[in-house]
């Protein structure tokens, strides 16, 4: 059990069961960041990713300031060995969307692990980007007609452009 100065004496011990839920929920997030970089690495800075990689960079923030706050390490391992690479942006898209519903599924079961309600919030507020947020986003690249958006790094959206195909002779 982890132990924290500063808060009440129930409130300063995690049992074994909610340091678990935090690392499991950190590994999530810092697979989900290895992945879809790799995209981004493989097809270049396209919506969705290039958006829901930054907020997954904040998910992960937001649950190591949950260690930092109850002063539990964070252990090396966390995070993939491997990751994968999808054979065209459609398929990273609807990996993208089961992904989205894992992770609310996660959030769902990590809730149930603990009492505190400041950890709580925190699962619940990154079950809720994932649903309301990044599932809707990855259903939407999915759907496309394979055009995807590129960011130019100014926050302007520009399609990708069809190579071949028939044109206009």
């Known amino acids: 059990m982890a132990t924290v100065v500063g808060l009440s004496s129930s409130d300063q011990v995690l049992s074994d069961a909610e340091v678990a839920a935090l690392c499991e929920a950190l590994d ?32 992960a923030d937001a649950l190591r300031s949950v260690f930092a706050r109850y002063d539990v390490a964070v252990p090396d391992e966390l995070g ?15 990996a993208g969307i089961a992904r989205e519903i894992d ?11 603990t009492t505190h309600a400041d950890i709580v ?6 079950r809720r ?3 309301e947020n990044h599932l809707e986003a ?15 790094g100014g926050g302007r959206r520009r399609r990708r452009r069809r190579r071949g195909g028939s044109g206009g002779s």
Do not use: K, W
């Open 129 to 131: 980007a994932s649903q």
């Open 103 to 113: 992770n609310a599924a996660m959030y769902d079961r990590l809730i149930e692990t």
């Open 121 to 126: 919030e925190v699962f619940e507020n990154l």
């Open 28 to 59: 999530d997030e810092l697979t989900a960041i290895a992945i879809y970089d790799q995209v981004i690495a493989d097809f270049g800075a396209i919506r969705p990713f290039v958006n829901i990689v930054e907020a997954e960079r904040r998910h």
């Open 80 to 94: 993939p060995d491997v990751v994968t690479q999808f054979s065209s942006i459609r398929e990273a898209c609807l």
């Open 138 to 152: 990855f259903r939407r690249c999915a759907n496309r007609d394979d055009q995807p958006e590129l960011d130019d």
